[in-house]
């Protein structure tokens, strides 16, 4: 057996992977504010104080009064399993994001139906109104 004269190559070119971290980690910056909620609304706007993002449940009403906890739809007689449910897993606090076109009844009914069960944490989510000049 001759042994070679050439010394094995130690060296790994990681260039083309970190390219395509820089990249894959520039896709994500981009689409994680568009994967906020994952149901489509119509949010009213408000001046209000911008809130830091914290844990808990995401009830969502649209514009045909579908109830959504967390991207989920939910029918109205099992809305309180649900919250239950979902609620079992994060901080005792909710958020409500209706769409600017529901009736203010269905609105009041779903906070109704979330205090009712306890919480007394609840946000109202709205966008950011335009300052005026």
């Known amino acids: 057996m001759r042994h070679s004269d050439r010394k094995p190559l130690a060296e790994i070119n990681i260039t ?7 990249v894959l980690l520039i896709i994500f910056m981009l689409t994680a504010p568009f994967l906020q909620a994952g149901v489509k609304l119509r949010l009213p706007k408000a001046e ?3 809130i830091e993002e914290q844990e ?3 009830v969502s009403i649209d514009e045909n009064g579908g109830i959504f906890i967390d991207e989920k739809a939910v029918d109205w007689n099992d809305f309180s399993m649900e919250f239950r449910k979902a609620i079992e897993a994060t901080a005792p606090r909710a958020f409500l994001r209706a769409d600017k076109g529901v009736r203010y009844e269905t ?8 205090k009712m069960l306890g919480i007394e944490d609840l946000g109202l989510i709205a966008e950011q109104e335009e300052k005026k000049r």
């Open 16 to 22: 083309n992977l970190v390219d395509v971290t820089m």
């Open 56 to 58: 808990g449940v995401t």
């Open 107 to 114: 609105v009041l009914r779903v906070i109704a139906r979330i």
């Open 48 to 50: 209000a104080k911008q």
